[in-house]
């Protein structure tokens, strides 16, 4: 059956409506970070750039490093992005766009978000990075698609008693990484744990300016979060939902995080551009061999 145009909703010359794509304009393999001005960070170690498009906050660079092809994307900010994002990125792959029907062979997209984020923990120190291993969903987004299979009913059971979580907010959800992307990624020197994805920067991570929270002590609770092996030890906007609906989709994704501040002592890194900077070329060195 042909998916309706109101449904999916492509541009006069065929591309999907928001990313101005078409699917020859993407790799299987996908770089997304958060600001527009981060791409070009990224493909100026390319040897050679193919397509380049932007339509609002959303920018892409298709090209090569080394004999890896690869595109990097810009999502903006917030889980509402990641949306748009991942949805037409997998029509790209998973629909046929003429025809407006659903391919019978489905491709499988691994995609490796670079961001930065703001530690929990102590020992987690600002310039470090950081790979998600799991993801806590707070924001809620998830929510609107059929989520059983992809969660973890037990760490959210726990989280929700610890923190008496208000039943007034969507019910958290944690959602694992890709294990086959992780092992690429792996290092001495990169932590692992539980990143926490929030819906908003200021009173959906605990940030105070003019308006009081309904839970002030909530980062607190998520700080000292502990069951089993579990911890969690950043917080950020866009992970969550890269894992679930990457995991709806069939898609593999990682999530990788420089830590730019320590919410739990206040640090906030001296360089943040290098920090970034380092991140980017470790990816980079390790996603040629996926």
């Given at each position: 059956?042909?998916?309706?145009?109101?449904?999916?909703?492509?541009?006069?010359?065929g591309?999907?409506y928001?990313?101005?794509?078409?699917?020859?304009?993407?790799s299987d393999t996908?770089?997304?970070?958060g600001?527009?001005?981060?791409?070009?960070?990224?493909t100026?170690?390319?040897d050679?750039?193919?397509?380049s498009t932007?339509?609002?906050?959303?920018k892409?660079?298709t090209g090569?490093?080394?004999?890896k092809?690869l595109?990097?994307i810009?999502?903006?900010i917030?889980?509402?992005?990641?949306d748009?994002?991942?949805?037409?990125?997998?029509?790209?792959?998973?629909?046929n766009?003429e025809?407006?029907?659903?391919k019978?062979?489905?491709?499988s997209?691994?995609?490796?978000?670079?961001?930065?984020?703001?530690?929990l923990?102590n020992?987690?120190?600002v310039?470090a990075?950081?790979?998600?291993t799991?993801?806590?969903d707070?924001?809620?987004m998830?929510?609107f698609?059929?989520?059983?299979?992809?969660?973890?009913?037990?760490?959210e059971?726990?989280?929700i008693?610890h923190?008496d979580?208000?039943k007034?907010?969507?019910?958290p959800i944690?959602?694992?990484?890709?294990k086959?992307?992780e092992?690429?990624?792996?290092g001495d020197?990169i932590h692992?744990?539980m990143?926490g994805?929030?819906?908003?920067?200021?009173?959906p991570?605990?940030r105070?300016?003019?308006?009081p929270l309904?839970?002030?002590?909530?980062?607190?609770k998520?700080?000292?979060?502990s069951?089993?092996?579990?911890?969690?030890?950043?917080f950020e906007?866009e992970t969550?939902?890269?894992?679930?609906?990457?995991?709806l989709l069939?898609h593999?994704a990682?999530s990788?995080?420089?830590?730019?501040?320590?919410?739990?002592?206040?640090?906030?890194?001296k360089?943040?551009?290098?920090?970034?900077d380092?991140?980017i070329l470790?990816?980079?060195?390790r996603?040629?061999n996926?």
């Amino acid at each position: 059956m042909a998916i309706k145009d109101s449904e999916l909703i492509l541009n006069p010359d065929g591309s999907v409506y928001h990313l101005n794509l078409k699917p020859e304009n993407i790799s299987d393999t996908i770089i997304f970070v958060g600001d527009q001005d981060r791409v070009e960070k990224i493909t100026a170690h390319f040897d050679s750039i193919e397509f380049s498009t932007q339509k609002r906050e959303f920018k892409t660079q298709t090209g090569y490093y080394q004999d890896k092809r690869l595109t990097v994307i810009s999502t903006g900010i917030g889980p509402d992005n990641i949306d748009i994002v991942l949805n037409e990125l997998d029509a790209l792959v998973n629909i046929n766009l003429e025809t407006r029907e659903l391919k019978t062979e489905l491709t499988s997209l691994n995609i490796i978000r670079i961001g930065t984020s703001g530690s929990l923990q102590n020992d987690i120190p600002v310039d470090a990075f950081l790979i998600s291993t799991h993801a806590l969903d707070i924001n809620g987004m998830l929510h609107f698609y059929q989520i059983e299979g992809i969660s973890n009913p037990e760490i959210e059971d726990e989280f929700i008693k610890h923190t008496d979580w208000d039943k007034n907010k969507a019910r958290p959800i944690i959602i694992n990484n890709s294990k086959y992307l992780e092992k690429y990624f792996e290092g001495d020197e990169i932590h692992k744990g539980m990143t926490g994805t929030a819906g908003g920067f200021y009173g959906p991570q605990g940030r105070v300016l003019r308006l009081p929270l309904q839970d002030p002590d909530l980062n607190t609770k998520l700080d000292n979060f502990s069951y089993k092996d579990y911890r969690i030890t950043n917080f950020e906007m866009e992970t969550s939902v890269i894992y679930g609906l990457s995991k709806l989709l069939g898609h593999e994704a990682l999530s990788l995080n420089a830590i730019i501040a320590n919410r739990a002592n206040g640090d906030f890194s001296k360089d943040p551009k290098k920090v970034v900077d380092k991140l980017i070329l470790y990816a980079l060195e390790r996603i040629v061999n996926i």
